[in-house]
């Protein structure tokens, strides 16, 4: 499914305004677009687990803009997108009702600032591709994120009849540098119910919204 309207163009310069990190680092400018992903609670066995745990390791050993921090990076996201896609544990996302839900809610969503031009809903994940998002302070990025779960959380647990924790405590994000990194973001978002199985092309897939 495809957004109405046409993006409005967005200059890629910005300020950067610092990082933290949790169980990985992230890097915060004034006014960026990131591309983010969100796994549900109790989707991943703990062997996996375990080896998430190495790399954040190894990224704690390298400042944050080193080539090595950016490898361990890339990893990550590996060993993530790699046992995400066969939807283990907890995926609430295979009962078709819900995911017509909450991509009704994902398109709506407006709050702090956020809003989304990119998404696709996997079994047991979330990835989306932020419209510029306009921000003065770190801790202001990190407030976008966790009402934005907190929020997902509440409406998600309401539909399906459950309590407790919806999302694992972390996600992972990639600030989108420039347009042909973009283009690639977009593209990996529709192709990844095709990596995943879940369909022949990514145009049958109908949880995919795409500006």
């Known amino acids: 499914m495809s957004a109405s309207g046409t993006e409005k163009p967005f200059d890629w310069q910005t300020k950067f305004l610092g990082s933290y ?3 990985l680092p992230h890097w915060v400018v004034e006014s960026g677009r990131y591309a983010v992903t969100f796994r549900c609670a109790g989707s991943l066995p703990y062997s996996v687990e375990r080896q998430m745990e190495e790399q954040r390791r190894l990224l704690s050993d390298h400042a944050p803009e080193s080539e090595a921090a950016m490898e361990s990076r890339r990893q990550f996201f590996r060993i993530l997108d790699a046992y995400l896609d066969q939807g283990t544990g907890f995926a609430p996302f295979l009962d078709k009702d819900l995911c017509v839900d909450f991509s009704n809610w994902l398109q709506g969503y407006a709050h ?3 809003r989304l031009s990119d998404f696709v809903i996997m079994p047991n994940h979330l990835h989306l591709i ?3 998002l306009h921000l003065e302070t770190v801790d202001a990025f990190r407030d976008v994120w966790a009402r934005f779960k907190g929020r997902s959380s509440r409406f998600l647990n309401q539909k ?3 309590s ?3 999302w694992q405590s972390y996600g992972y994000d990639r600030w989108i540098r420039n347009e042909s990194e973009l ?3 977009k593209t990996y978002l529709q192709r990844n119910p095709v990596k ?3 369909c022949r092309e990514g145009e049958e897939y109908p949880y995919v ?3």
Do not use: N, V
């Open 21 to 23: 990190t949790d169980d």
């Open 130 to 132: 932020t419209q510029p």
């Open 112 to 114: 702090e600032g956020l």
């Open 160 to 162: 399906i009849q459950r």
């Open 209 to 211: 919204y795409l500006s």
């Open 164 to 166: 407790g924790s919806f």
């Open 196 to 198: 995943a199985g879940l």
């Open 183 to 185: 283009a690639r973001w």
